[in-house]
């Protein structure tokens, strides 16, 4: 929805191919954010999370789980920030 509002044309599969993907990674695979939390560096939380929860305010959208893992992680990254 946010894509659409923004004028983002997205294939009409690209759901399915991204979950397709997750799917097929290693049950401990993990991301570079989560590393970067256990090691305690600054993450790219502001850039991804952040830019999602700012475009849906900017474009009306409501982009509630992103909101969450925002908020979530939001002290974690202050924290890594010293």
Do not use: C, W
Request: hydrophobic fraction near 45%; charged fraction near 25%.
């Amino acid at each position: 929805a946010l894509a659409h509002a923004r004028g983002v044309q997205l294939p009409s599969d690209s759901t399915e191919k991204a979950m397709a993907f997750v799917d097929s990674l290693p049950e401990d695979a993990t991301s570079t954010m989560m590393r970067d939390f256990r090691d305690g560096k600054r993450t790219e939380l502001e850039t991804l999370q952040g830019a999602i929860v700012r475009m849906g305010v900017e474009s009306g959208v409501a982009t509630p789980v992103n909101g969450f893992i925002y908020a979530a992680l939001l002290p974690a990254e202050i924290s890594a920030r010293g």
